[in-house]
């Protein structure tokens, strides 16, 4: 048996696994998207050509679940980014004197989002959330009911970022501060030596250097962020009056609520097509330009 037989006998097992879950279902959720499918016969099923599509473009409320996905997902990453990259900061500092401070930061990871979900939704909920009455007792507002976290249309989509911003940034910590680690230190000592201050060697050095793996949290957390549905669900279930529905619970909503199969499929194939193209936008514009 030649290497490259041997190579692909390996590698066939996780294909066939990978086809089974990946492929298989992404193929037939672009199959049915074609269609005009309810889950309650899906079956019985009509050929409607871009019919989906157009709908799913034309929508009002799907036009403003995207939007609203947008917004969400760029406040969570922009301060997962900015407080991950200062305690990664913080850690390099300390360095070997980290080791405890890196094990409690990262906690959070090992809760699941609904547990995150729930806390969060009694820290927020009305005028009995615990944020509330911790403001209140040091006089930064009135009264407790004084910030309806939840139930305010113009913050609600901000608020239920709070769970994922507090689950996620020890994600970004950690792998920031995994790339600090493999920054040259003599680079930085050179650099001292010559009299750059802290501000211009991170700015000049450090940040270039860190450009591939930042790269990598901007995809992981972006398309993360873009697809989230447990988090809000749990804490809002998209209210109020949708102000807090987001795609992936649009996507939800029309096929498990309405059930039109056929119109979901379109809107998550959309969806996952604008995820692609997000994702090939921040390689070509960080990784690929930090390789060239």
Same mark, same amino acid.
């Given at each position: 048996?030649?290497?490259?037989?041997?190579?692909?006998?390996?590698?066939?097992?996780?294909?066939?696994?990978?086809?089974?879950?990946?492929?298989?279902? @992404?193929?037939?959720?672009?199959?049915?998207?074609?269609?005009?499918?309810?889950?309650?016969?899906?079956?019985?099923?009509?050929?409607?050509?871009?019919?989906?599509? @157009?709908?799913?473009?034309?929508?009002?409320?799907?036009?403003?679940?995207?939007?609203?996905?947008?917004?969400?997902?760029?406040?969570?990453? @922009?301060?997962?980014? $900015?407080?991950?990259?200062?305690?990664? &900061?913080?850690?390099?500092?300390?360095?070997?004197?980290?080791?405890?401070?890196?094990?409690?930061?990262?906690?959070?990871?090992?809760?699941?989002?609904?547990?995150?979900?729930?806390?969060?939704?009694?820290?927020?909920? #009305?005028?009995?959330?615990?944020?509330?009455?911790?403001?209140?007792?040091?006089?930064?507002?009135?009264?407790?009911?004084?910030?309806?976290?939840?139930?305010?249309?113009?913050?609600?989509?901000?608020?239920?970022?709070?769970?994922?911003?507090?689950?996620?940034?020890?994600?970004?910590?950690?792998?920031?501060?995994?790339? &600090? !680690?493999?920054?040259?230190?003599?680079?930085?000592?050179?650099?001292?030596?010559? #009299?750059?201050?802290?501000?211009?060697?991170?700015?000049?050095?450090? &940040?270039?250097? &860190?450009?591939?793996?930042?790269?990598?949290?901007? $995809?992981?957390?972006?398309?993360?962020?873009?697809?989230?549905?447990?988090?809000?669900?749990?804490?809002?279930?998209?209210?109020?009056?949708?102000?807090?529905?987001?795609?992936? !619970?649009?996507?939800?909503?029309?096929?498990?609520?309405?059930?039109?199969?056929?119109?979901?499929?379109?809107?998550?194939?959309?969806?996952?097509?604008?995820?692609? #193209?997000?994702?090939?936008?921040?390689?070509?514009?960080?990784?690929?330009?930090?390789? #060239?």
């Amino acid at each position: 048996m030649t290497e490259r037989r041997f190579v692909l006998l390996m590698l066939m097992p996780a294909m066939l696994f990978l086809g089974l879950l990946v492929v298989y279902p @992404v193929a037939l959720l672009v199959y049915n998207s074609f269609f005009d499918v309810k889950l309650i016969d899906p079956a019985s099923r009509v050929f409607v050509g871009l019919a989906n599509y @157009v709908e799913a473009l034309t929508s009002r409320r799907i036009l403003e679940s995207a939007v609203r996905t947008l917004k969400y997902s760029a406040f969570a990453l @922009v301060f997962e980014l $900015v407080f991950g990259l200062g305690a990664a &900061l913080l850690f390099a500092a300390i360095a070997r004197h980290s080791h405890w401070h890196r094990t409690i930061f990262a906690l959070p990871l090992m809760i699941s989002p609904i547990v995150a979900g729930l806390l969060w939704r009694f820290l927020l909920v #009305g005028n009995i959330g615990i944020l509330n009455y911790g403001l209140a007792a040091l006089g930064i507002i009135p009264d407790p009911g004084a910030i309806k976290w939840l139930s305010d249309t113009d913050i609600v989509i901000y608020s239920v970022a709070a769970a994922d911003i507090w689950l996620t940034t020890s994600f970004v910590a950690l792998v920031s501060y995994a790339g &600090l !680690m493999n920054i040259p230190r003599d680079v930085l000592e050179a650099a001292r030596i010559d #009299g750059t201050n802290a501000i211009n060697r991170f700015w000049y050095i450090t &940040l270039p250097m &860190l450009r591939p793996v930042l790269a990598v949290v901007v $995809v992981v957390r972006g398309i993360d962020a873009l697809k989230t549905f447990d988090l809000i669900w749990i804490q809002t279930q998209g209210g109020p009056r949708q102000q807090s529905e987001v795609l992936s !619970m649009n996507i939800y909503q029309r096929m498990v609520r309405y059930g039109d199969l056929g119109q979901a499929s379109a809107t998550a194939t959309l969806f996952l097509l604008v995820m692609i #193209g997000i994702a090939g936008l921040a390689y070509w514009k960080i990784w690929r330009a930090d390789r #060239g």
